[in-house]
Nanobody, 124 residues
Framework: QVQLVESGGGLVQAGGSLRLSCAAS????????MGWFRQAPGKEREFVAT????????YYADSVKGRFTISRDNAKNTVYLQMNSLKPEDTAVYYC?????????????????WGQGTQVTVSS
């Protein structure tokens, strides 16, 4: 059974940085696409970034391109989201997701497995 556990959220001032981690277990993830999504209060869950575990190819939402970096550590079975130059509008619960797919996935409904989420709050 796939388990995804996020950590690393918190409160940070605008312009600051955070690194989120997603510890994955239960499968061999080399054939998976991994994604980060976020959901702000009263808004729909939205795509942030995705990575192909095997190739390392990545894709980002325009709103975070150049500020956020997704990466993975094969030995630790962990996916990271490095977030720099944070803005108040980045405030949300951030979710890690996994889907067995050779292609990058950007849609919420394209992922079968989800973590419980971690809160990121950026103060102005």
């Amino acid at each position: 059974q796939v388990q995804l556990v996020e950590s690393g959220g918190g409160l940070v001032q605008a312009g600051g940085s955070l690194r989120l981690s997603c510890a994955a277990s239960g499968r061999t993830f080399r054939t998976y696409a991994m994604g980060w999504f976020r959901q702000a209060p009263g808004k729909e869950r939205e795509f942030v970034a995705t990575i192909n575990w095997s190739s390392g190819n990545t894709y980002y939402a325009d709103s975070v391109k150049g500020r956020f970096t997704i990466s993975r550590d094969n030995a630790k079975n962990t996916v990271y989201l490095q977030m720099n130059s944070l803005k108040p509008e980045d405030t949300a619960v951030y979710y890690c997701a996994a889907e067995q797919s050779p292609r990058l996935r950007v849609g919420v409904y394209e992922y079968d497995y989800w973590g419980q989420g971690t809160q990121v709050t950026v103060s102005s």
